[in-house]
């Protein structure tokens, strides 16, 4: 435990000297200027960024199996909780996404909340490796590339389409991997039935839920369109240039990986600010732009952790007890 809060306070302190690096190399008065002229749009990013938590929320509950069910506010309200945890710690989603569930375990039963929060990452996970694919195709098309950065992208493609072909792979075969792993260690091993019950329903579930697919694909769709929309808006705000859906597009695709890859990094501090200004330059604009944009991005990020924290505490949570509280009944 005190090795992980070491590595996290070093990650934190890393990601602050870089930023500070990035900043004093584009201009703080010019940084501060151009994030002055987002003004009123501001609180319309934080709503898109709401919508967007909103669809994680609706996807949850739709890979949920009857009869169990959850209400929309409980599931936004976990995920956004969720996501605080997972972006203000070093662990990322390994406490992110369990706090998610804990948090409406009093709601629903613990079982069929895990499973279809599983799911879903699962079809996020997938979309979000679709969206890094194509986003790299066309930056590798459209713009002239350093030989470093195109076998980067080279390599993200690689990965998503190893990605696919992993997932495909799982569905036909249906290889116990976690519950597996569960039955070699002996403190863990009572659990080991129950997670092979749960990985065959992440199995089945799209030879159970055919109709339900079409739908999630769509919510799944719609998380990453207002990823470019609020990315447009601040371009278009910041007064970029005659700002494109495709420029948008890439700028969203790069954070994607960015999140992917620094995931441990809490609010992907120094690590974000400074992609996002060197991916800028890649395409063409200013470097102070695409710092600016990921200022924008992490001004959202604070809002919306902020309204998880503030979840949280109302649900009883607190350093010193690190779990939700647990409620007196559970529907099933």
């Not at 199995?203 to 919510?219: E, G, I, N, Q």
């Amino acid at each position: 435990m005190r090795r992980s809060s070491l590595s996290g306070v070093l990650t934190v302190i890393g990601g602050l000297v870089l930023l500070v690096i990035v900043v004093m190399r584009v201009g703080a008065a010019e940084i501060v200027a151009d994030v002055r002229l987002v003004g009123w749009g501001l609180p319309v990013i934080f709503a898109i960024g709401g919508l967007r938590f909103l669809l994680r929320a609706m996807a949850w509950r739709m890979c949920m199996d009857p009869p169990h069910t959850l209400s929309l506010r409980d599931a936004f309200s976990a995920v956004i909780g969720g996501d605080a945890i997972g972006n203000l710690t070093p662990l990322g989603p390994l406490v992110g996404e369990p706090a998610k569930a804990a948090f409406v375990r009093g709601k629903v039963r613990m079982a069929p909340a895990v499973t279809a929060l599983a799911i879903e990452n699962v079809l996020y996970t997938l979309s979000a490796a679709a969206m890094i694919a194509a986003g790299m195709v066309a930056l590798l098309v459209r713009f002239q590339l350093p030989p470093d950065v195109r076998g980067v992208g080279e390599l993200a493609i690689a990965g998503t389409f190893a990605v696919f072909v992993t997932a495909l792979w799982m569905l036909w075969r249906q290889p116990a991997l976690i519950s597996r792993a569960l039955g070699h260690a002996a403190p863990l091993r009572k659990h080991a039935a129950r997670m092979r019950e749960i990985e065959e329903e992440i199995y089945t579930f799209a030879s159970r839920h055919r109709r339900a697919l079409p739908a999630l694909a769509a919510v799944e769709l719609g998380f990453h369109f207002l990823g470019v929309t609020e990315i447009y808006l601040t371009l278009w705000l910041l007064n970029v240039t005659a700002p494109t859906l495709l420029t948008a597009f890439l700028f969203e695709t790069a954070n994607r990986l960015i999140t992917v890859v620094f995931k441990i990094v809490p609010l992907r501090i120094g690590v974000d600010e400074a992609g996002t200004a060197g991916f800028a330059t890649l395409i063409g604009l200013p470097a102070k732009t695409g710092l600016a944009l990921a200022i924008i991005r992490k001004s959202r990020m604070l809002f919306w952790a902020a309204a998880g924290g503030l979840v949280l505490l109302r649900a009883g949570f607190s350093p010193r007890t690190p779990q939700l509280p647990q409620d007196q009944a559970e529907r099933g």
